[in-house]
């Protein structure tokens, strides 16, 4: 099931007034809308966060990339996301490195206890570590997923008894998680499987979001090797 927002986010490519890369719509109610009555046991979450230095490339939303609207934490906290939880229930959250504290606080928020993570390496082809990253004291060559439980017997199914805590791949289009992510957590999470702020949608997931479409293609420049016919290609960040 696909669940667009109707508008998270003004055109980037239209003049905005004030911070035009702030969302417009309040996305609480989009997404209590959205999803009506439905439960889930397992959220998988990328927040489109926003950095407190918006100065650098390491900001989305800085004037010269406008890739995506931005949320403060503090909303990012406040979405409803304990109404739509199974009593037992699994949480996998996108946090930037820099941002760490701020992930957890979120995590704390919708009602999830921190349990561990997984790290995201990002690969070139050869397969050493992509150095295209950016931060502002190391270079930044991966993301970490936090891992977070609700409710009695959280335990994971039982491959994740064995899976290890590493997902090695080459990088995507700005900001967008690799693809392996999903068998790791159908493999060690229960459905039912609810996706925020998703871009293009999975089978037997419900995805909820503003680019959450079926055929989803990134608006702006992405690598070569993620290229497909009508998709823009850069050579780097």
Same mark, same amino acid.
């Given at each position: 099931?696909?669940?667009?927002?109707?508008?998270?986010?003004?055109?980037?490519?239209?003049?905005?007034?004030?911070?035009?890369?702030q $969302?417009? $719509?309040?996305p609480?109610s989009?997404?209590?809308?959205?999803?009506?009555?439905?439960?889930?046991?397992?959220?998988l979450?990328?927040?489109?966060?926003?950095?407190i230095n918006?100065?650098?490339?390491?900001?989305?939303?800085?004037r010269?990339l406008?890739?995506y609207?931005?949320?403060?934490v503090?909303? $990012?906290?406040?979405?409803?996301?304990?109404?739509?939880?199974s009593p037992?229930?699994?949480?996998?959250?996108?946090?930037p490195?820099?941002?760490?504290?701020?992930?957890?606080?979120v995590?704390?928020?919708?009602?999830f206890?921190y349990?561990?993570?997984?790290?995201?390496h990002?690969?070139?082809?050869d397969?050493?570590?992509?150095g295209?990253?950016?931060?502002?004291?190391f270079?930044?060559?991966?993301?970490?997923?936090l891992f977070?439980?609700?409710g009695k017997?959280?335990?994971?199914?039982k491959?994740?008894?064995t899976?290890?805590?590493?997902?090695?791949?080459r990088k995507?289009?700005h900001?967008?998680?690799?693809?392996?992510?999903?068998a790791? $957590?159908?493999?060690c999470?229960p459905?039912?499987?609810?996706?925020?702020?998703?871009?293009?949608?999975?089978?037997?997931?419900?995805?909820?979001?503003?680019?959450?479409?079926?055929?989803y293609q990134?608006?702006?420049?992405?690598?070569?090797h993620?290229?497909?016919?009508?998709?823009?290609?850069?050579?780097?960040?």
């Amino acid at each position: 099931m696909t669940l667009r927002m109707d508008s998270t986010r003004p055109d980037l490519d239209s003049p905005q007034p004030a911070d035009r890369n702030q $969302i417009v $719509i309040d996305p609480r109610s989009d997404f209590q809308q959205a999803l009506a009555s439905q439960k889930f046991s397992t959220i998988l979450a990328d927040p489109p966060w926003r950095f407190i230095n918006r100065t650098g490339k390491i900001a989305p939303e800085h004037r010269r990339l406008s890739r995506y609207g931005t949320m403060k934490v503090d909303d $990012i906290c406040k979405m409803p996301v304990v109404d739509y939880l199974s009593p037992t229930a699994h949480l996998y959250l996108w946090v930037p490195n820099a941002l760490l504290p701020e992930g957890l606080q979120v995590m704390q928020s919708w009602g999830f206890t921190y349990k561990g993570n997984i790290v995201w390496h990002k690969l070139r082809k050869d397969g050493g570590s992509d150095g295209r990253g950016v931060g502002f004291y190391f270079r930044n060559v991966t993301e970490i997923l936090l891992f977070g439980v609700r409710g009695k017997n959280a335990r994971t199914k039982k491959l994740g008894r064995t899976q290890v805590n590493y997902i090695g791949t080459r990088k995507r289009e700005h900001s967008r998680k690799p693809d392996e992510q999903y068998a790791l $957590i159908e493999g060690c999470s229960p459905g039912p499987y609810l996706e925020m702020f998703a871009r293009g949608t999975r089978a037997g997931w419900t995805s909820w979001g503003d680019q959450a479409a079926e055929g989803y293609q990134p608006s702006w420049k992405t690598y070569s090797h993620n290229s497909s016919t009508g998709r823009q290609m850069a050579a780097s960040d």
